[in-house]
């Protein structure tokens, strides 16, 4: 499809999507979060593609949803109006290949949902978080959702009640990102990290994110038949037997993805 609200493009087997609405600091509308689903179900039906990095243009990465959309809507209206934009969050969980947000200057409300529903995120020195939403009479609780799953109900609770910023490091120790960096290497660093993940075994890194996502909210016992079960399966195919004979050969494997 044609883009206007991201930006879409490659590098090696990484799949580049890049906020676009730099003049609204990436504020989400019903056509960013449109494209932003679209494009990830591309990327994760792209063979060519084995990792995806969310990223933005302009100063902040996202600063929630565009005020400007708000008004003027019924009950309903506003239910499926929400439902697009916070569809990201299950598109994510449901897909196989990793998805990495890139975060600069500022994520807040829908935000840092974003980042929050991204399995993996690198942010730059100078990055801020917060669930601000409610400093303006509203409250975050579509980004409450995978905030809790990654932060605990404690730490949600303080963001969301809150709505004051933290910054990269406070957000690193919580658990809401991975890594921090220098503003200037966020680019580069970001893509570093995802090459790392793009030589995996495809296959083994699909199956295994979306047996965590399953076993996720399972009690211990379920969770663990479930992803014996779901092992077992990844035993059977030839890239787990090339992985473990390249590994005994001392040689780099070469990934079949079947």
């Known amino acids: 499809m044609n883009y206007t609200s991201v930006i879409v493009s490659k590098n090696e087997k990484i799949g580049m999507i890049t906020l676009n609405r730099p003049e609204f600091n990436n504020t989400f509308n019903v056509p960013l979060a449109i494209e932003l689903n679209n494009a990830l179900l591309e990327f994760e039906n792209d063979?060519?593609?084995?990792?995806?990095?969310?990223?933005?243009?302009g100063k902040n990465f996202c600063t929630g949803i565009d005020i400007n959309d708000l008004e003027g809507k019924s009950n309903i209206e506003y239910?499926?109006?929400?439902?697009?934009?916070?569809?990201m969050n299950t598109t994510i969980a449901s897909m196989g290949k990793p998805v990495i947000a890139s975060v600069q200057k500022i994520a807040v409300a829908n935000g840092i949902g974003l980042v929050a529903a991204c399995d993996l995120a690198i942010a730059a020195d100078n990055a801020k978080f917060g669930a601000t939403a409610i400093n303006v009479g509203l409250f975050c609780m579509?980004?409450?959702?995978?905030?809790?799953?990654?932060?605990?109900?404690?730490?949600?609770?303080?963001l969301i009640m809150m709505g004051e910023l933290i910054d990269a490091f406070e957000a690193q120790r919580i658990g809401l990102?991975?890594?921090?960096?220098?503003?200037?290497?966020?680019?580069?660093?970001t893509l570093n990290y995802a090459r790392k993940l793009a030589n995996k075994s495809p296959l083994a890194l699909q199956l295994g994110k979306k047996s965590f996502y399953k076993m996720e909210d399972l009690d211990f016992k379920k969770a663990l038949d479930l992803t014996n079960n779901h092992f077992a399966t990844l035993c059977t195919t030839e890239d787990a037997h090339e992985g473990v004979d390249?590994?005994?050969n001392k040689r780099e494997p070469v990934w079949k993805n079947r």
């Open 47 to 57: 063979e060519r593609v084995n990792v995806i990095i969310i990223n933005a243009s």
């Open 246 to 248: 390249a590994f005994l």
């Open 177 to 189: 990102i991975n890594k921090v960096v220098p503003a200037e290497n966020l680019e580069e660093e």
């Open 79 to 87: 239910l499926e109006w929400v439902g697009l934009m916070e569809k």
């Open 142 to 158: 579509g980004p409450a959702v995978p905030l809790l799953k990654s932060l605990g109900r404690k730490k949600t609770l303080e």
